[in-house]
């Protein structure tokens, strides 16, 4: 039987070097998981603007970091058509209006731009529709577990209104619908007809980003036209 002393340095590598091994193992398997998930969410945010940082014009900084403000001073009395000098188009992350549906006690703030800061304080315009009035349709999103919960409730033939910092504008539901993200096609936000969309992740009482898509469809029925003189 060998009299030499165990060496402790050894026993531990060859603990330890295994134990090591296996850490790394782990952390690259989580990391090409979450990698994978990126790449599932990303392209979902990019459809329907969760967050468009990376769509901001050349020199804005992430809009998440965006001090957001305020051109909005409260519903505005307009008639049949504005002059488009009249409107004031509002800078990224935003508040230029509010989202109104006195039935189901909706009522929050609109923001132009959809990135995680401004959903946290309301809805969020995404940057491929245009603002009301502009004669195509007016798409935002809001997080289903703050006021956008309260779409659960809404009903064909509901009014929504929105004030804008030049105008009021009022829509009627026609429909609502439940759809995969990936499904959604929007193409919709370039045809000639002015309505109104808003859409949240479903289910309503799921935390987080969900696969499906609750969307409210609703065409307007009054509000001015902004014309180029």
Known sequence: MSNRPVNGKKIAAYIGMPLLFWLIIMLVLVGLYF?????????????????????????LD??????LQSIYDGPVDSGETVDAALVKIPEYGTKYGEIVCDRIGLQCDLYFGDSDATLKMGAGQTLRSLMPGFGQPTMASGHNNREFNLLKNIEIGDIITVHTNYGTYEYEVSATEVMNAAKFDDAVLIEQKPRLI???????????LTPKRFFVYAEQISGPTVVFN
């Open 35 to 59: 990698l994978t998930l990126h790449d599932y969410v990303l392209p979902i945010s990019q459809m329907f603007f969760t967050n468009t940082s990376e769509m901001l014009p050349d020199g």
């Open 62 to 67: 992430d809009a998440s970091n965006t001090i």
């Open 198 to 208: 808003l859409y949240t992740c479903y289910p309503f009482d799921m935390l987080g």
